[in-house]
């Protein structure tokens, strides 16, 4: 079973939808939690950081369940320049402070 | 806010030959260094992780004397891949951490995309 998992894509919307992903990791020692885009060919991009309490950065909430070890990310109102990869990444307690990736699920905001 | 140069952001070699790609913190000193792989359609894999002045550790499945690490500096950490093969074309990318920054405080590189013919 992989550590992180995420919702196959692609995901095909239309400008002004709402999309959401889904993330589910598998360690429970995991202790800290983000959302990362990666563009064609580029590096990822700390999108946001995920909280039990959730929170809200303009178009963009998240939300952690700690207890079903299981992480979300809504997009409202998508743009053209919200399609990327979004990557759904943990840090685990105790292993160094590395990152672990999901596979990313690719965003495609069409007009 | 933090930079981190990685060069070159492309090459192509023959198979057989080593190639070393570089990553310099340019604002804060990187205590450690993540190498990461990333192969078409697929996330980021995580190689290795490198502390200043130590040995690098290395994930399950990567192997030590073909990736070579070396994190001699604060500010420089470069992984050479040593006679590369086709199957080692992929998108290298390494991600810094300083010791003043918190859990969110990662810094990546822009990647090396490197093509083995």
């Known amino acids: 079973r992989k550590e992180v998992e995420q919702d196959p894509g692609p995901f095909n919307v239309p400008e002004g939808a709402t999309v959401a992903f889904n993330c589910t990791y598998s360690?429970?020692?995991?202790?800290?939690f983000f959302w990362y885009r990666q563009d064609c060919r580029k590096e990822p991009k700390l999108l946001m950081s995920?909280?039990?309490s959730g929170n809200e950065d303009g178009r963009f909430t998240a939300q952690l369940n700690r207890a079903s070890q299981y992480i979300s990310l809504l997009i409202r109102d998508s743009k053209l320049s919200d399609s990327a990869t979004y990557l759904c990444v943990v840090n685990i307690y105790n292993q160094g402070g590395k990152l672990i990736f999901g596979q990313g699920t690719e965003l495609s905001v069409k007009p | 806010g933090a930079v981190v140069s990685q060069h070159p952001s492309w090459v192509i070699c023959k198979s057989g030959t080593s190639v070393k790609i570089e990553c310099r913190s340019l604002?804060?000193?990187?205590?450690?260094m993540f190498w990461y792989r990333q192969f078409p359609k697929q996330s980021l894999m995580l190689m290795a992780t490198s502390n200043e002045g130590s040995k690098a550790t290395y994930e399950q499945g990567v192997e030590k004397d073909k990736f070579l690490i070396n994190h001699a500096s604060l500010t420089l950490s470069t992984l050479t891949v040593t006679s590369a093969h086709p199957e080692d074309s992929s998108f290298y990318i390494c991600?810094?951490?300083?010791?003043?920054?918190?859990?969110?405080?990662?810094?990546f590189g822009s990647g090396t995309r490197l093509t083995v013919v």
């Open positions: 360690n429970s020692a995991s202790q800290s």
């Open positions: 995920v909280y039990s």
């Open positions: 604002d804060f000193q990187a205590t450690t």
């Open positions: 991600s810094a951490r300083g010791s003043d920054r918190g859990l969110g405080g990662y810094t």
